[in-house]
């Protein structure tokens, strides 16, 4: 696994060099756009990145746990998770990927 973490910085410092704007008016971009998509997602929307993947969020319903190390069951609340779906362009780029 890489060591590297892709940072909100990094997106702007991106943008800055490929598109030209200032680096205040990338990480203004970046950011914009990041609110946008949580904007959507907090909605219950999907957004769907061509080429990239799908985030959703799914209702998941209340449930019965257990406790691994002592055996006893604990309820699990009714909660929202986020799922991504990558596309099949993004599956086959990272499986290239790890055959180098």
Request: proline share 4%.
């Amino acid at each position: 696994m890489a060591d590297k973490t892709l940072t909100r910085m990094d997106l702007a410092d991106a943008v800055h060099s490929q598109v030209g704007l200032s680096r205040n008016e990338s990480a203004d971009l970046v950011e914009r756009v990041l609110t946008h998509v949580s904007d959507a997602l907090v909605k219950g929307e999907q957004v769907k990145i061509s080429s990239f993947g799908t985030f959703s969020v799914r209702e998941k319903a209340a449930r019965v746990g257990r406790n691994p190390k002592t055996g006893e069951e604990v309820p699990i609340h009714p909660r929202r998770v986020l799922t991504f779906r990558p596309s099949h362009l993004m599956k086959d780029r990272v499986a290239a990927g790890n055959k180098k």
